[in-house]
């Protein structure tokens, strides 16, 4: 069984920043990857991602903004998100691919973003 816990999300404005956070409850690299998504209508879209190896991939509407990174010690990702639009609001998951397959998710942390 894996947890995955995030935080950070909150209200802010236009151009304004916020540090999401997700605490996994064992070691990051047992994933393949880890990333952040956004919950659309029927689906959510990754917004960044970081493999077991470092490789880092982004949105291309988050590009340039946001930064996904990791604290191995912590067990935990970061996304650090810049200059933000109001369209980036919604809720954010965290989600972490195990060996062989599969996904595991967070219960999301909510982020809006006022004009």
């Known amino acids: 069984q894996v947890q995955l816990v995030e935080s950070g999300g909150g209200l802010v404005q236009a151009g304004g920043s916020l540090r999401l956070s997700c605490v996994a409850s064992?070691?990051?690299?047992?994933?393949?990857?880890m990333g952040w998504y956004r919950q659309g209508p029927g689906a959510r879209t990754l917004i960044a991602s970081i493999t077991n190896d470092g490789v880092t991939d982004y949105s291309d509407s988050v590009k340039d903004r946001f930064t996904i990174s990791r604290d191995s010690a912590k067990n935990t990702i970061y996304l650090l998100m810049d200059s933000l639009k109001p369209e980036d609001s919604g809720v954010y998951y965290c989600?972490?691919?195990?060996?062989?397959?599969?996904?595991?998710w967070g219960q999301g942390t909510r982020v809006t973003v006022s004009s």
């Open positions: 064992r070691n990051i690299f047992s994933f393949k990857e």
């Open positions: 989600g972490a691919d195990p060996w062989p397959r599969g996904r595991h």
